[in-house]
C-alpha cells in the first residue's frame, strides 16, 4: 500500500530525514516512533503530497506521489498533529466541504457523516463553528474528516493527543476495522504503549535516519518496546 | 511595571514582526517599495490636513474664530483613531488568541490589559501625527502662538488619542458581548454595523466641502454648537489659542478619565468574556448540498469573507462603492446629467467619466489578494486533498466575481434608469468593469502566491498590510488610471469613446488569458513550494 524508497528530504543545509525506506502492506498498522525533531512528522507529510522532496521516491497503492499527487491523495487521509482547521465554518460546513473535495456522493457522506459524529459523540456541536471547539474536539472533526470518503491509507501524526478514553479506544476500532477491510494505517507516535498493542510493524526513527524496523515482535524481542526505543537514544547519546 | 514592560515589549515585536516569503526577511527592494507607497501615503494625507487647515484659519482668523481649525484638527485626529482602532479592540484585546496563555502566566489582568492598551496608544499616536503635524504646523506658521503654547500643545499631544481609544475600547466591549450572546449571528450584525458606518463616512465625505464652507460662513455661530457639542474639542483649541489653563484641565481630564474606565473595563472583560460560554447552536441533521470540487472552495471562501468584516470592507469595498454609486447618480444625478448633456462639449465626457468611476470601483474589488495566506497553517486542508491547483485558484477567482459581478450588473440597471445612456453605453458599462475586474483579482491572486504570507498572528494584518494586497490595490488603481490617461491623451483624437472601449476590452480580455496560463504554470508551482 505504502513504499517509501530512499526519501531524502533537506531544509537549506540540514537533513531532516536521510535515505530512509519503509514498506506498509494492507491489512497493517505501522507506528512509526522517533523523539521530537526525529523527522515524523516531515515524513508523514512528504506522504500525504504536502511536502516536496527530491530524492527518493514515495509510492501509494503503487502510484508516485511525485508524480502523480491528486491520484495518490484520493486514495489516502491525512491528520495532522496539530489539527488548525476552517475556524470560520461550522463542523457540518466543514465535512460536507471535504466530502465535495473528495466526491464522496450525497448518501454515502450524510451516512459516514451520521455513523463517526454518533460515535464520537459530536453530533450535536457540528452546527456551532469550529472556533467554538475545544483541541479534542477539532481532534476528532479531523478524523470524521478523514474517514469520510473510506481512504485506503490514512496517515496520522500522534492521533492520540487530545483524545478522551472513550475516543481513543473508538479511534483503535476504526483502525483495526480499516485494516480488516485491507487497508493501512502508517501513524507517528509517542505513547509507545499504544504501538506496543496496536501496531503489526513498527519503525524507528533517529535524527532523520532509519534506527530499526520490522514487526513488532522483531523490533522489541524479548524486551518492551520502551526499553528498545531508550537503549537507541542512549546509543545515540554515548 | 517589569511585567507590563515585557508585556508590551512582546506585543511590540508581534506588531513589527513581518516576515517575508516563507519566513525569510523581506528584499531590500521590497523593503524601497513599501516605503515609498508608505511615504506617498502619508505625504497625501499630510498635504491634505494641512491644506484644510490653512483654508480654515485663513476664513476664521478675521473673526476671531481661529481656535476652530483646531478643534476641527483635533476632531479630525480623533475620528481617524477612533475608526483604525475600533477594529484592532476585538483581535488585540476582547478576543485575543493569547488570553488563555497570559492568563495562566504569574501575570494580573490589569497588567495585561495595560499592555494591550498601551500598544494601541502607540498605533494611535502614529495616526494622530498624520493629522496634527500638519495642522498644529500650518495654524503655528500662519498664527504665530507664544512660547507657552508649545509645552501645552505637547501635553495636549500626549492626552488626544487617549478618548478615541476609549470610546473604541467601549464599542468593542460592546461588540464583545453582543456577539457572545449572538454566537453566529454576530458577524451579520458586524457586517450591517460597518456597512452602516460606512455609509455614514461616504456621506460625510461627500458633503465635506459644503460642511466646511458652512464653517466659514456660519463661523460665530457654529463655535457655539462645538463648545456645547464636542467639549473635549472646544477645550483643546482653547487651552492652546489662549492659554487658559481651566480648558487646559479640562482636555487633559476627558483623556484620561475615559481611558481609566476602559482600562478597568478591559481587566474585567478579559476575565469575564472567557468565563462566561456563548450561545450554542445545535444541529439538527439535514440534507446536504453536493458540490464539485472548485465551487466546495468557492463556498469555503464566501463563507471566510463573510465571516470577517475586515476582509470583506477592506477587499470588496469596490463593489459596495459602486452600487451606492450608481444610486447617487439615478437619485441626485438624473437631472444635473440632463443639464450638462445639453451642452455637446459635456455631454461626450460624462459615459466616460462615468466608466472611469465604475473601474475604480471594479479595481478596488479584489478579494484574491490575501487569499493564500489566509489559508495560514490550515492549509494543509487543500494540500493533503485531491484537490488540483487549478480547482483552489478558480475557487478563489469565482467569489471575487461573485461579489463584483451583481454590483456591476445592479449598477447598470440602475444606470439604465436615467436615460442619459444609449444601450452600448449600458454594455460597455457592464463589461469593461466586469473584465478590468476580473484582471485584477488574477493579478491579487498571482501577487499573493509570489508574496505569501503564512505565518501572521492576526489575519487583519494580512487583509490590511500585506504586500500582496498593497501590490492588488496599486496595480488595480494604475491599471485604471492607464485605461483613463490614454484614452485622455492619446486614443480620444483617433477614435471614438465607444471604439476604444472595445480595443479596451481586447487588452483586458488578452492580459487575463495571459495571466491565467502564467498562475497556471508559475502560480501553481508557487503553492505547490508553500
Known amino acids: ?238 | 511595571m517589569r511585567n507590563l514592560k515585557i508585556l508590551l515589549a512582546v506585543k511590540l515585536r508581534g506588531a513589527l514582526y513581518a516576515p517575508g516569503r516563507r519566513g525569510k526577511k523581506a528584499s531590500l527592494g521590497r523593503k524601497i517599495l513599501m516605503g515609498f507607497l508608505f511615504l506617498y501615503v502619508i505625504g497625501v494625507m499630510m498635504a491634505l490636513f494641512g491644506a484644510t487647515t490653512a483654508g480654515l484659519v485663513s476664513s476664521l482668523a478675521p473673526l476671531g474664530l481661529s481656535w476652530m481649525a483646531l478643534a476641527v484638527g483635533a476632531f479630525s485626529s480623533a475620528a481617524l483613531c477612533f475608526i483604525l482602532t475600533v477594529f484592532s479592540m476585538q483581535s488585540q484585546i476582547f478576543q485575543a488568541k493569547d488570553g488563555d496563555l497570559l492568563l495562566s502566566l504569574p501575570v494580573t489582568p490589569l497588567q495585561i490589559a495595560a499592555s494591550r492598551l498601551l500598544s494601541l496608544l502607540l498605533l494611535e499616536y502614529a495616526y494622530n501625527a498624520l493629522v496634527m503635524i500638519p495642522t498644529v504646523g500650518v495654524y503655528c506658521y500662519l498664527v504665530r502662538p507664544g512660547l507657552s503654547f508649545y509645552p501645552m500643545l505637547l501635553v495636549l499631544l500626549l492626552a488626544l488619542p487617549l478618548l478615541p481609544l476609549s470610546l473604541a475600547g467601549a464599542v468593542g466591549y460592546l461588540l464583545a458581548q453582543v456577539g457572545r450572546l449572538l454566537g453566529r449571528g454576530k458577524n451579520i450584525i458586524m457586517l450591517l454595523l460597518t456597512a452602516a458606518a460606512f455609509l455614514v463616512y461616504l456621506y460625510f465625505c461627500m458633503n465635506l466641502n459644503s460642511y466646511i464652507t458652512l464653517l466659514i460662513q456660519r463661523g460665530e455661530e457654529l463655535s457655539h454648537v462645538f463648545r456645547k457639542a464636542m467639549p473635549p474639542f472646544y477645550h483643546f483649541a482653547i487651552a492652546l489659542e489662549q492659554g487658559s489653563f481651566s480648558s487646559f484641565l479640562w482636555a487633559v481630564l476627558w483623556g484620561i478619565l475615559p481611558a481609566g474606565v476602559l482600562l478597568w473595563l478591559v481587566q474585567k472583560g478579559f476575565l469575564d468574556l472567557r468565563s462566561t460560554s456563548g450561545v450554542k447552536a445545535v444541529y439538527r441533521k439535514k440534507p446536504l448540498r453536493v458540490s464539485c470540487p472548485w465551487v466546495a472552495v468557492c463556498r469555503k471562501e464566501g463563507a471566510r469573507l463573510l465571516s470577517m468584516p475586515t476582509y470583506l470592507f477592506n477587499c470588496g469595498i469596490g463593489a459596495l462603492l459602486m452600487v451606492a454609486m450608481a444610486v447617487m447618480v439615478v437619485w441626485k444625478g438624473t437631472d444635473a446629467l440632463q443639464a450638462l448633456g445639453a451642452v455637446p462639449q459635456i455631454q461626450e465626457l460624462i459615459a466616460p467619466a462615468l466608466m472611469a468611476a465604475m473601474c475604480f470601483c471594479a479595481a478596488t474589488t479584489c478579494t484574491t489578494s490575501p487569499s493564500i495566506s489566509l489559508e495560514g497553517n490550515r492549509l494543509w486542508v487543500l494540500r493533503s486533498s485531491p484537490l488540483s491547483p487549478r480547482d483552489v485558484f478558480l475557487g478563489k477567482l469565482a467569489v471575487n466575481m461573485i461579489l463584483l459581478l451583481p454590483a456591476v450588473a445592479v449598477s447598470v440597471i440602475l444606470l439604465a434608469f436615467s436615460k442619459g445612456f444609449s444601450l452600448l453605453d449600458l454594455v460597455l458599462f457592464f463589461l469593461v468593469p466586469s473584465l478590468l475586474g476580473l484582471l485584477i483579482a488574477l493579478f491579487g491572486l498571482y501577487a499573493n502566491l509570489l508574496w505569501p504570507r503564512l505565518d501572521y498572528t492576526s489575519e487583519n494584518a494580512v487583509v490590511k498590510q500585506s504586500a500582496s494586497v498593497m501590490a492588488a490595490s496599486f496595480g488595480g488603481m494604475g491599471a485604471m488610471l492607464a485605461l483613463s490617461l490614454c484614452y485622455w491623451f492619446l486614443a480620444r483624437k483617433v477614435m471614438s469613446y465607444h471604439v476604444y472601449c472595445f480595443c479596451a476590452l481586447v487588452v483586458l480580455m488578452v492580459g487575463c488569458i495571459l495571466l491565467w496560463r502564467l498562475i497556471l504554470t508559475k502560480g501553481a508551482e508557487e503553492y505547490e513550494q508553500l
Do not use: W
Not at chain 1, 531524502?8 to 498498522?29: F, H, R
Not at chain 1, 523523539?35 to 522532496?53: D, E, R
Not at chain 1, 505513547?191 to 530499526?212: D, M, N, R, S
Open chain 1, 1 to 238: 500500500m505504502l513504499q517509501i524508497e530512499h526519501f531524502t528530504k533537506e531544509y537549506g543545509s540540514k537533513v531532516a530525514v536521510n535515505d530512509l525506506s519503509l514498506e506498509i502492506c494492507s491489512g497493517e498498522i505501522f507506528g512509526f516512533i522517533g523523539h521530537n525533531g526525529a523527522g515524523k512528522t516531515t515524513t508523514i507529510k512528504a506522504v500525504a503530497g504536502i511536502l516536496p522532496f527530491q530524492k527518493g521516491e514515495i509510492r501509494v497503492d503503487g502510484i508516485s506521489v511525485r508524480e502523480n499527487p491528486l491520484e495518490c491523495k484520493k486514495r489516502l487521509a491525512y491528520i495532522p498533529d496539530n489539527p488548525d482547521l476552517y475556524e470560520f465554518l461550522t463542523g457540518i460546513q466543514y465535512l460536507n466541504f471535504i466530502a465535495d473535495i473528495f466526491q464522496v456522493p450525497k448518501r454515502e457522506r450524510e451516512e459516514r457523516i451520521g455513523k463517526y459524529s454518533d460515535l464520537f459523540g459530536l453530533t450535536g456541536d457540528l452546527g456551532s463553528t469550529v472556533s467554538t471547539y475545544s483541541h479534542g474536539m477539532k481532534q476528532k472533526l479531523a478524523l470524521i474528516g478523514a474517514l469520510i470518503h473510506e481512504p485506503k491509507l490514512l496517515l496520522m501524526d500522534e492521533p492520540f493527543v487530545g483524545l478522551d478514553p472513550k475516543a481513543a479506544h473508538d479511534l483503535k476500532m476504526i483502525m483495526t476495522d480499516i485494516c480488516q477491510k485491507g487497508g493501512a494505517i502508517f501513524f507517528s507516535t509517542h505513547v509507545l504503549e499504544v504501538a506496543e498493542k496496536l501496531c503489526h510493524k513498527v519503525a524507528i526513527i533517529k535524527e532523520g535516519k532509519l534506527a530499526a524496523c520490522g514487526t513488532m515482535e522483531e523490533v522489541k524481542g524479548n524486551e518492551s518496546l520502551e526499553q528498545v526505543f531508550l537503549e537507541l537514544v542512549d546509543d545515540e547519546k554515548s
